[in-house]
C-alpha cells in the first residue's frame, strides 16, 4: 500500500532509550511531542556487540532476531517501551489491549530489526534494534535515514552525548527525568542564524507542551548589553507573533555561569550553536559537557 501525501510529510524523530532515565519518562515526553508535531517516532535501542565490516547483513539479523526471542537488555527495553505507549494511549489498541500493527517484526536492508506501531493519529512508532555501540550506531542512524530531532535518553557515559553531539545533525534533547508539572523554557540566544532556530524550536515544542518561554542573552567581550537588547526586541516580537507565553532577560558574563544559575530541573535549556556564537565556542571545549551535565533539566541543542 503506497504512502499518503501526510505520511510522506510526517517530522520524522528518534527517541535513544538510555541506560540512566526510565523508559516510562522517554516515552512520555517523547510521546507527548511526538503527537504534537503528528510526527512518526522510532524508539532506538543497541544491543552491545561488535560491527564488524566482513560481517554480513544476513548473519546480523539473524543473531538480533535470536537476542529479539531471548529478551535480553535492549530488547526488555523495548518492551517496555510498547507497554508505556499502550498505557499512555499514544498507539491503537486492539481487543485486549494489544497494540494494533502497522509492519510486523522484520530485517531493514542494514540487518537492524524494526515493529511498527500505529499511532493514535495515524503516525508511526517504531520499535528498532541495532547492534554496537550506542553513540556509533545513534550517528550511523542519522546518517542512514533523515530524522528531524534526537531524544536521547540519558546514557551511563558524558562521552556517549558528546559524541552524538559532535557528529549528528538533527538537534539533540537530552532527557534525564520528567518532571511533574510546569515546564518551561530559557533560550539562550545572542541573534545568530543557530539561535534563532533554537528559539524557533523551542517555540514549537513550547507550545505542545503549554510551556512558558524565556529567552536570555549574555553580554560578554564582543556582545555589548546594546546588542543584547537589541537581538531580544526581535525575539519578542517573534514570539508575540506567534502566540508564546515568553519574557526576556540580559545577563552579564560569564556565560556558563549565568545560564546554569537560572535553569532548575522543569527548565529545558535551549543553546543554538554556531562558528561565531558563543554556545560554538563552548563546543569546542570540554564546557558543553560541564553545561549538559550540570544543567539540572533537560538540554536541547541545535545547529
Excluded at 104 to 116: C, I, M, Q, S, W
Aim: hydrophobic residues 45%; aromatic residues 6%.
Amino acid at each position: 500500500m503506497g504512502k499518503t501525501d501526510r505520511e510522506r510529510e510526517r517530522m520524522e524523530l528518534l527517541a535513544v532509550v538510555g541506560e540512566e532515565v526510565s523508559t516510562r519518562d522517554l516515552v512520555r515526553f517523547v510521546g507527548i511531542v511526538g503527537l504534537g508535531f503528528e510526527a512518526n517516532v522510532t524508539f532506538l535501542a543497541v544491543t552491545p556487540g561488535s560491527r564488524l565490516e566482513f560481517r554480513s547483513h544476513t548473519d546480523l539479523a539473524a543473531d538480533l532476531l535470536h537476542e529479539w526471542e531471548m529478551e535480553t537488555a535492549a530488547m526488555k527495553k523495548l518492551a517496555l517501551v510498547e507497554e508505556h505507549l499502550v498505557s499512555f494511549r499514544m498507539v491503537m489498541a486492539g481487543e485486549g489491549g494489544a497494540p494494533i500493527t502497522r509492519a510486523p517484526l522484520h530485517r531493514r536492508k542494514d540487518g537492524a530489526l524494526v515493529r511498527e506501531l500505529l499511532g493514535l493519529d495515524g503516525q508511526t512508532f517504531r520499535l528498532l534494534l541495532r547492534e554496537g555501540k550506542l553513540e556509533e550506531e545513534v550517528v550511523i542512524e542519522t546518517r542512514e535515514r533523515a530524522y528531524g530531532m534526537i531524544f536521547l535518553g540519558m546514557p551511563r557515559s558524558w562521552r556517549q552525548i558528546y559524541r552524538v553531539l559532535q557528529f549528528t545533525e538533527p538537534p539533540v534533547l537530552v532527557i534525564r527525568k520528567w518532571e511533574e508539572g510546569e515546564y518551561k523554557f530559557l533560550v539562550c540566544f545572542d541573534g545568530s542564524p543557530p539561535s534563532w532556530r533554537a528559539l524557533r524550536l523551542a517555540a514549537r515544542i513550547a507550545k505542545v507542551l503549554v510551556a512558558p518561554l524565556e529567552v536570555c542573552a549574555v553580554t560578554e567581550m564582543g556582545f555589548s548589553m546594546e546588542d543584547a537588547r537589541k537581538v531580544l526586541d526581535k525575539a519578542s516580537r517573534y514570539l508575540e507573533k506567534a502566540t508564546i507565553p515568553s519574557r526576556v532577560c540580559v545577563e552579564d558574563g560569564p556565560f556558563e555561569k549565568r545560564i546554569l544559575a537560572k535553569a532548575d530541573a522543569s527548565t529545558i535549556l535551549t543553546l543554538g550553536t554556531s562558528r561565531k556564537s558563543q554556545v560554538r565556542q563552548l563546543l569546542l571545549g570540554a564546557a558543553p559537557l560541564r553545561l549538559a551535565s550540570r544543567a539540572p533539566g533537560p538540554v536541547l541543542v541545535v545547529k
